[in-house]
Every structure is written in structure tokens, then in C-alpha cells.
């Protein structure tokens, strides 16, 4: 259960928090959520996948991990085996919080993230003001929320064009055993070459288009990511 607070020089003066890299830090997890502006960044190490929230009727954006829930082929026994780490998982154990009634973003951070140990990196120094690490972390959230805010306008256009299709992927893997990736959208490539001079240029005029093409390019990632299982189960 998470244990949310607003952070505080002078609460959390005494704070540390690991960079270290495992399931036992929280990192067991099949996706994150990334963000437009992320994907030209992340799309050389995961797939990009989309994915409807019914509640809310909102799209996210995934970058895949794993197959099946709880499992994180990119981590291994030195850490995390990839280029690019994605915002989401970067700022853990922070995220950001709104003051009530208002639209002023605070830091927040979890106090009962494992994360948080007497052998990792200080939050603030010894006069209260902010390390480097903390600074650097709040840069990312800044682009995290900045990304999540804009990214609303990349999904209106996406549905605007009906650029997004149903994806399953049917994984056989080396020991004859099979994974069903379902509930996941990509983008319909057939239809986004089919859209005319006009509707790309409103695309790119508001920035989408790249998103959408590092979108596609990730998915070559797919293969990458079954040659991980398939090696993991291979030494068992």
C-alpha cells in the first residue's frame, strides 16, 4: 500500500533513496506508462503499445517489459538492461501531486517505496536545500507531467484518424509454450499511409507525427523481447 507525502526539507531531511535496479525495488512489472515526447528516446529498447483505459476512455501509451504480468525481461542480475530508462520508472519513488482546488504541482514521494535506505543518495543536504540527484528528479517529473498533459492532444488526433487497430500477439516460445498478448492497440499503418497531404500536416504542425513513426519503428522490439524470455527460460 502506498504511503504518499508531500516531500519536506525539513520531514524528509534525512531521507536516502537507491538507484539500484530489481524486482525487489518495485521494478517487477510489465509496462510503464511513457508519454509522446518520450518516444524517440525509448523506442530503440521497447515496444510501444497502446492501451484503453474503459473507465476513463482515455489511451495510454505502454512500453513493454514483459509478457505477462509481473515479469521484467529488461532486469537482470546487474541492474536494468537497456539504453533508456522510461520517466514512469526513473522517478520512483516520487511522483507529482496537485494542492487541492488548484493547479500548483507539489513532489510528492512514497515513504513505504523500498527504495528509500539508509545506503542511497541524499534528498537534500545538510542546510536543507536540494541535492543534485533530487533536482535532476524533479526535472523528470517536470517532463513526465508536461509529456502526460500534452499527450491528450497526440490520442484526440490518433482517434480523430482512426490510426489506432485491435493488436494480439501470439508468442510460441522455444519450449513450445505460448503467450497471449491481448487488450494492446497499435498504430494502423495501412490507414495512416492512406491519410492525405492535408491530414498530415495538421499532424505534423502539432507534433504528432514523430511520435507515431518512433511508435512504429519500436515495435521491432517485439522479436528482441521474445529472444529475452526465451533466453531467461533457457537457463531457467
Known sequence: MANHAILDPQTHRDLRVTHARGEAMGDGVMSAIVVPSEFRRVQNDYPILFRLDLQSDRFAAHALFGFEPGEN??????????????????IQPFLIGTVPGGDTRQVHIDLDSPRIRDD?????????????????VIEQLRALDTGYQASAGFFDAL????????????VTLQDGSTNRLVGYHVID????????????????RDGHLM??????????????????????????
Open 120 to 136: 542511497g543518495v541524499r534528498l537534500f543536504d545538510e542546510f536543507g536545500q536540494t541535492t543534485p540527484y533530487l533536482e535532476a
Open 73 to 90: 525481461l529488461y532486469l537482470d542480475g546487474s541492474g536494468w538492461d537497456a539504453g533508456a530508462l522510461p520517466l514512469a520508472m526513473a
Open 189 to 204: 499503418e495501412e490507414k495512416l499511409r492512406a491519410l492525405d497531404g492535408g491530414a498530415l500536416g495538421e499532424l505534423h
Open 159 to 170: 482517434r480523430r484518424y482512426e490510426l489506432l487497430e485491435p493488436f494480439t500477439l501470439e
Open 211 to 236: 511520435p507515431i513513426f518512433m511508435a512504429l519503428a519500436s515495435l521491432t522490439n517485439i522479436s528482441a523481447l521474445v529472444a529475452r524470455r526465451n533466453r531467461r527460460q533457457a537457463h531457467g
